[in-house]
């Protein structure tokens, strides 16, 4: 869908929310799938404050945390992210909008905790980072930060266009005890709830998130480990190259969202 | 989180005899001793259990937090600008460790 | 004014069941500790067990609608029974869209908080929590304006208290009915013998 198709698709959907001003339009809005729409909208107003709210909301510690690792140096190189970047807000804005991506060099997919590790073991000569970290939240959360606001739009042409159907594939396969697909619950029935919340449409665009349940950050592939399980389907390790694929699925299919991480859900 | 990290804010400036809020939030588990972990034994109780706010030495504002204070404690209260000065946090944990904090208030 | 409105202390017992975004991990902990039991480690020592066997009923609990147990403890904690409907205002929504963090806001607007004329303390309770105390705030009139908001838990949909001491003696309250609806922890919705921790741990 172009820009201005979803954009047109999206005033249609507010204009008939208008004029038909019941609580029906509303739940239209969210259980259309014919658009994206962040998970933001299927939140409640109190956890929506949760996230607006500068000063209320819980990720940004791991975005000031994040700073404080951009700043420090690490490994034998005795060198820093700064060193070698500067300022983040300059030379890090939309970057992250833009993962995972295509990896010429590795011949493979690479998200931004990925890029985070090969930038410490390659250039700082540092340990990597353990993935799902304190540490690795707060870097991915402080690099997300730098591009709050943007439009996600990761590249599909080229050698990435394989690793986006892989990811499609298992965003469509049902799984688990529960035989269940990812778009059954997405796709097919978002906007309704389960038991207590609201089924989004699954979106990554809040990513890392800060989850109440979880009282702390968590990435994509955390979130796809959770959902694995909730179908009682076998988790892939995080970083796996199933998970990078689907990953690389979900950006694409949550394109032209807004980057809003920290984000804040139940 | 493992740190304790604070947040805090008050106005940049406040009128002499004017009330004025503040607020802060911390990062903390607020571990309520009634959840289990993933090794299925119980998470003993650990919370910050009273909080407190000191004005040029004078306490004006203190709290007793019990477990039903959410994970992160967040408050958000008043005080009577009175002169220019600090206004002392301290968060009293139940281990024992008083997290002590502080801001500036300018009082015109 | 009126004592206890009768609407105030309705207890709604709801069907929730408990789930994984639960805020006391609930499930575990029923039937481990009676409410009995709680309360008794909550105001602790022999106070307590005076207060909940052998103390007549405070005049509080002539109210139908609060519990008897909340009446006991009030007194214990808070030295009064004299508690008249009014002043103190507690701000809470009606449906907490999570448990684990529902935005609370407490004041007395009307106190002039002078030397002669302010709020002492205000005290939040609640009914159906696994420990009923919530907060205590201490004022003075170096505060400027009782007032305070945190996000706190609440177990499960229940009533919450809200009782003030003012300098002068006298003590008021409110209540509110908060509906909690509890998280989705879908491994518990869709296989109840899931053996999944409650902290937050579902990874
Ligand atoms: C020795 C200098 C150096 C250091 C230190 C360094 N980087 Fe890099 N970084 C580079 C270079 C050169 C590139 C571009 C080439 C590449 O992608 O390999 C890059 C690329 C990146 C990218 C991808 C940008 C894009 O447009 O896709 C990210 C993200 C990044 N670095 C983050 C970090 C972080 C986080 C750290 C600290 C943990 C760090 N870098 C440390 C030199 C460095
Ligand atoms: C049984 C229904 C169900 C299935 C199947 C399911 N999920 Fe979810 N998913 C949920 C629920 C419930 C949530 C939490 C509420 C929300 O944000 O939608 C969630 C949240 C998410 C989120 C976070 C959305 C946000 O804005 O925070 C993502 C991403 C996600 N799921 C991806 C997936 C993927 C990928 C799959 C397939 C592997 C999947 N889900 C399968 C129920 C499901």
């Known amino acids: 869908?172009?820009?201005?198709?979803?954009?047109?698709?999206?005033?249609?959907?507010?204009?008939?929310?208008?004029?038909?001003?019941?609580?029906?339009?509303?739940?239209?809005?969210?259980?259309?799938?014919?658009?994206?729409?962040?998970?933001?909208?299927?939140m409640g107003t109190q956890i929506q404050e949760l996230q607006d709210d500068e000063f209320l909301n819980p990720g940004r510690f791991a975005v000031d945390h994040g700073l404080e690792l951009w700043l420090e140096s690490d490994g034998s190189e005795g060198l820093s992210c700064h060193s070698c970047h500067g300022d983040a807000s300059v030379s890090m804005s939309g970057v992250a909008a833009r993962y995972p991506q295509f990896d010429e060099n590795r011949r493979s997919l690479v998200n931004l905790e990925g890029r985070i590790n090969e930038m410490r073991?390659?250039?700082?000569?540092?340990?990597?980072?353990?993935?799902?970290?304190?540490?690795m939240l707060a870097l991915a959360a402080y690099l997300t930060f730098q591009s709050l606001g943007e439009v996600m739009d990761v590249d599909v042409s080229g050698e990435a266009a394989r690793y986006l159907e892989e990811g499609r594939e298992y965003y469509m396969q049902r799984r688990g005890q529960l035989d269940l697909a990812c778009s059954q619950c997405?796709?097919?029935?978002?906007?309704?709830?389960?038991?207590?919340?609201?089924?989004?449409?699954?979106?990554?665009?809040?990513?890392?998130?800060?989850r109440l349940i979880w009282r702390s950050m968590g990435s994509r592939h955390r979130m796809f480990r959770w959902c694995n399980w909730a179908v009682r389907a076998e988790p892939r390790e995080l970083g796996s190259d199933e998970y990078l694929s689907l990953e690389l699925y979900l950006a694409w299919r949550g394109r032209g969202l807004n980057i809003e991480s920290p984000a804040v859900r139940p | 989180?493992?740190?304790?990290?604070?947040?805090?804010?008050?106005?940049?400036?406040?009128?002499?005899?004017?009330?004025?809020?503040?607020?802060?939030?911390?990062?903390?588990?607020?571990?309520?001793?009634?959840?289990?972990?993933?090794?299925?034994?119980?998470?003993?109780?650990?919370?910050?259990?009273?909080?407190?706010?000191?004005?040029?030495?004078?306490?004006?504002?203190?709290?007793?937090?019990?477990?039903?204070?959410?994970?992160?404690?967040?408050?958000?209260?008043?005080?009577?600008a009175e002169e220019s000065g600090t206004i002392e946090f301290r968060w009293h944990d139940d281990n024992g460790t008083v997290h002590v904090d502080s801001v500036y208030i300018q009082v015109i | 004014m009126k004592r206890l409105l009768?609407?105030?202390?309705?207890?709604?017992?709801?069907?929730?069941?408990?789930?994984?975004?639960?805020?006391?991990?609930m499930r575990r902990f029923a039937g481990l500790v009676g409410r009995r039991q709680a309360l008794g480690a909550i105001v602790g020592g022999t106070a307590a067990i005076a207060a909940l066997t052998a103390v007549p009923i405070p005049a509080i609990s002539s109210s139908p609608n609060m519990p008897e147990w909340l009446a006991a403890l009030i007194a214990v904690r808070l030295g009064s029974t004299e508690f008249v409907e009014g002043r103190v205002v507690l701000e809470m929504p009606d449906r907490a869209d999570t448990g684990l963090s529902v935005p609370m806001t407490v004041s007395v607007p009307d106190s002039p908080m002078t030397d002669a004329d302010h709020v002492r303390s205000i005290h939040v309770v609640t009914t159906r929590n696994p420990q009923p105390l919530v907060?205590?705030?201490?004022?003075?009139?170096?505060?400027?304006l009782a007032r305070v908001s945190q996000r706190i838990r609440l177990a499960r949909t229940q009533q919450v208290y809200c009782?003030?001491?003012?300098?002068?003696?006298?003590?008021?309250?409110?209540?509110?009915?908060?509906?909690?609806?509890?998280?989705?922890?879908?491994?518990?919705?869709?296989?109840?013998?899931?053996?999944?921790?409650?902290?937050?741990?579902t990874s």
């Open chain 3, 135 to 144: 907060t205590d705030y201490y004022f003075t009139p170096a505060s400027g």
């Open chain 1, 1 to 42: 869908m172009s820009s201005t198709h979803f954009i047109g698709a999206f005033l249609a959907v507010e204009m008939l929310a208008a004029v038909v001003l019941t609580a029906h339009a509303q739940e239209r809005q969210l259980t259309s799938g014919a658009f994206p729409l962040s998970g933001y909208h299927y």
């Open chain 1, 121 to 135: 073991t390659e250039f700082m000569k540092a340990e990597p980072l353990e993935l799902e970290s304190e540490e």
């Open chain 2, 1 to 80: 989180m493992a740190e304790f990290r604070i947040r805090k804010s008050v106005p940049e400036t406040v009128r002499k005899g004017e009330v004025f809020e503040i607020k802060t939030l911390v990062t903390h588990p607020m571990d309520n001793g009634f959840m289990f972990g993933r090794d299925g034994k119980r998470i003993p109780r650990h919370i910050i259990h009273r909080f407190e706010a000191i004005y040029n030495g004078k306490t004006v504002f203190g709290a007793d937090w019990h477990v039903a204070v959410s994970t992160n404690p967040y408050i958000s209260f008043h005080a009577l």
């Open chain 1, 186 to 210: 997405h796709d097919e029935r978002a906007g309704m709830m389960l038991r207590g919340d609201r089924i989004s449409q699954g979106h990554v665009n809040g990513f890392p998130v800060y």
């Open chain 3, 6 to 25: 009768p609407e105030l202390a309705t207890e709604h017992r709801g069907s929730e069941a408990e789930g994984c975004g639960e805020p006391f991990g």
């Open chain 3, 163 to 201: 009782f003030a001491l003012m300098s002068d003696g006298t003590s008021w309250m409110t209540a509110r009915h908060v509906s909690v609806a509890l998280g989705a922890c879908a491994d518990e919705i869709f296989l109840p013998d899931a053996k999944q921790p409650v902290d937050g741990g």
